[in-house]
């Protein structure tokens, strides 16, 4: 009967990441919206989430987590997603990709790959799932390359070689976005490109490649996750468009608990 007294059980705490995540802000906002007063959002990081995750499931115990899709966590556990019928978290998310002002001028062949990168859930589940499993994030990315050439040489088509040019990614430490930024630093190493991959909080990310400090970023959930980020730096950052479609971010329970809404909750 894992979550008819969920409250109780879980000491009214949802165990969520990184204080600067987006998630956590509507994660907060719906503590509001549903006038669950007396539950808290526990920060910690992606890591030590997917850790509580792992050591609950495996007592069967009840947990309420900060979930996302893509994420290796719907592969290795029976999940689900709280409805939410108030639509705090949004509906479908997209990823995407944003460069500093001047990049086009200053590196095009770089420009011109990140313009160029989509791939999906899937792909980017297959990187994920193997540093899960305990594979080096870079291994992981060269083989998920390896396995994917004809999906790589789309973006790479007609891009000139380059001259050991320095190149910053920045990123945050989520599992998703761990995948996508060592994948796509490594298709620019490919090309000639010295990266380098810098991890910040979401803040910090927005604002370097805002102001020009970093070149690029693979890591913007938008319409809504980031909205507040976009609104403060998107005027100085240059779109170039979704890298991943279909994304989702919500509050994340095991099958096994009795609840199906975060009003459940209550
Ligand atoms: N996430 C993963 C991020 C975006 C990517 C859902 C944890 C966030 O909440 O900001």
Redesign the pocket.
């Known amino acids: 009967n894992a979550g008819a007294n969920a409250g109780e059980e879980l000491d009214y705490t949802i165990t969520g990441?990184d204080a600067g995540?987006?998630?956590?802000s509507a994660a907060e906002e719906a503590l509001e919206v549903y006038d669950l007063e007396d539950w808290t959002v526990q920060a910690s990081s992606?890591a030590a989430m997917t850790q509580a995750l792992g050591d609950a499931y495996e007592n069967e115990e009840p947990i309420v987590v900060t979930g996302?899709t893509p994420h290796w966590k719907f592969a290795a556990y029976d999940l689900k997603y709280l409805e939410d019928p108030e639509g705090v978290f949004g509906d479908a998310e997209d990823i995407k990709t944003f460069v500093r002002e001047g990049l086009e001028d200053d590196m095009p062949e770089a420009y011109t790959v990140l313009e160029n990168f989509q791939w999906s859930e899937e792909d980017m589940g297959e990187i994920m799932m193997d540093v899960n499993e305990g594979a080096d994030e870079r291994e992981a990315a060269r083989e998920w390359i390896d396995n994917n050439e004809d999906l790589v040489s789309e973006w790479t088509d007609g891009v000139d070689s380059v001259d050991g040019e320095a190149i910053e990614l920045v990123f945050?430490a989520?599992d998703?976005?761990i995948a996508s930024t060592n994948m796509i630093g490594l298709v620019l190493e490919d090309i000639g490109y010295d990266v380098s991959l810098t991890p910040l909080e979401?803040t910090y990310m927005f604002q370097a490649v805002a102001e020009g400090e970093a070149d690029a970023m693979v890591?913007a959930?938008l319409p809504h996750?980031?909205d507040h980020l976009l609104e403060q730096y998107g005027d100085t950052m240059v779109d170039l468009g979704v890298n991943l479609e279909g994304a989702r971010?919500g509050l994340v329970v095991p099958e096994y608990m009795d609840i199906d809404s975060i009003e459940d909750l209550q």
């Open positions: 990441i995540a987006g998630i956590m992606d996302w945050v989520w998703s976005e979401a890591a959930w996750t980031h971010v």
